[in-house]
């Protein structure tokens, strides 16, 4: 399930399960939209982007799903791995910078 | 092809010293932006160059912290007098047009600030 933890939120899932992870971004002119992993110590790794004409993208076990209207996006991991666990941020490009979203830790349990 | 290179990996400075932090971009990358993370947060977006110019700054404190990208070497982060505050992941990205679009992160470097 999903919980608050002191400063990330949470999500615990079952290996095998699908992952689900949401991001509310600000700026209703964002024309693009990345997701990012990163695991402890390292820097953001891309996974998939989406841009604002589209409102589903799949990768490779990954969907990324966005909803204008309500400014929202989400990740969706099939299979969710013990390799999955990581910080996971969704981005929005606002001109000359991406601005980054508070993140999601996912945690796989075996 | 090396991705984005940042060193050092780790930098301990104490209170009112200098740190400086180097990004070396992917090779035919012009284009470096740098961020800041702080514990347990989202990256920050700090400053855009290109080769020789600041493209965007607005992301900077307007004190102590400076940035080039020289027409030949790796673009510095530099940061004056440091304070505790300072203390923080910073990562650089690079691309190879002025785009958004898919930039790659390097590592980081970790200041701590004693």
């Known amino acids: 399930g999903e919980s608050v933890g002191l400063h990330l939120p949470t999500l615990s899932v079952q290996e095998g399960d699908n992952s689900i992870i949401n991001c509310a971004y600000s700026?209703?002119?964002?024309?693009?939209f990345i997701w990012y992993k990163q695991e402890s110590g390292k820097g953001p790794q891309f996974i998939i982007d989406?841009?604002?004409?589209?409102d589903k993208r799949q990768g490779q076990r990954v969907t990324v799903l966005l909803n204008k209207t309500v400014k929202h996006l989400s990740l969706q991991i099939a299979a969710t791995q013990p390799g999955d666990s990581a910080v996971y941020f969704c981005a929005e490009n606002a001109g000359n910078m991406l601005t980054f979203g508070g993140g999601t830790r996912l945690m796989v349990k075996p | 092809n090396a991705g984005v290179m940042q060193n050092p990996r780790h930098l301990v400075r104490r209170r009112g010293q200098e740190a400086r932090l180097r990004c070396s971009p992917m090779?035919?990358?012009?284009?470096v932006y740098w961020y800041r993370q702080l514990p347990e947060e989202g990256l920050k977006f700090m400053v855009y160059?290109?080769?020789?110019?600041?493209?965007?700054e607005s992301g900077m404190p307007k004190e102590r912290f400076s940035a080039e990208f020289p027409k030949e070497g790796p673009s510095i982060l530099r940061i004056q007098q440091v304070v505790r505050g300072d203390s923080a992941a910073y990562f650089c990205?690079?691309?190879?047009?002025?785009?958004?679009?898919?930039?790659?992160f390097g590592s980081g470097t970790r200041l701590t600030v004693v």
């Open positions: 700026n209703s002119a964002s024309d693009y």
């Open positions: 160059l290109q080769k020789e110019n600041i493209i965007d």
């Open positions: 090779k035919g990358h012009s284009h």
């Open positions: 989406i841009r604002s004409n589209m």
């Open positions: 990205a690079s691309s190879q047009g002025a785009s958004n679009y898919g930039y790659t």
